[in-house]
Nanobody, 125 residues
Framework: QVHMVESGGGLVQAGGSLRLSCVAS????????IGWFRQAPGKEREGVSL????????YYADSAKGRFTVSSDNVKSTVSLQMNSLKPEDTAIYYC??????????????????WGQGTQVTVSS
């Protein structure tokens, strides 16, 4: 079992920044790919970023490229998502999730065994 806890959400004006954190506990942190997903009101959940904690390899959705940066602190078993130049369309509940690294890196929700409870990000125009 891996317990995931997100934090760092909040209300920010368009153009501002937020830093989300995801703390994972319970299993060997470097055995997992950590994904950030988001779900806006009335929309399906979508992938935002991935990081393979064993070597730091990252992958971003087109919507996140150039604005978001994901990083990992393996000592603290924490993955952070730095979000800059935020837009109103970034408003969503953001979730972190863990998938066994042998499944590769993909925004396939079915491979993510463990999910956090989510943190709300609201970007005002």
């Amino acid at each position: 079992q891996v317990h995931m806890v997100e934090s760092g959400g909040g209300l920010v004006q368009a153009g501002g920044s937020l830093r989300l954190s995801c703390v994972a506990s319970g299993r060997t942190f470097t055995n997992y790919v950590i994904g950030w997903f988001r779900q806006a009101p009335g929309k399906e959940r979508e992938g935002v970023s991935l990081i393979r904690t064993s070597d730091g390899h990252t992958y971003y959705a087109d919507s996140a490229k150039g604005r978001f940066t994901v990083s990992s602190d393996n000592v603290k078993s924490t993955v952070s998502l730095q979000m800059n130049s935020l837009k109103p369309e970034d408003t969503a509940i953001y979730y972190c999730a863990a998938a066994p690294r042998n499944y590769g890196m993909a925004f396939l929700e079915a491979i993510f065994d463990y999910w956090g409870q989510g943190t709300q990000v609201t970007v005002s125009s």
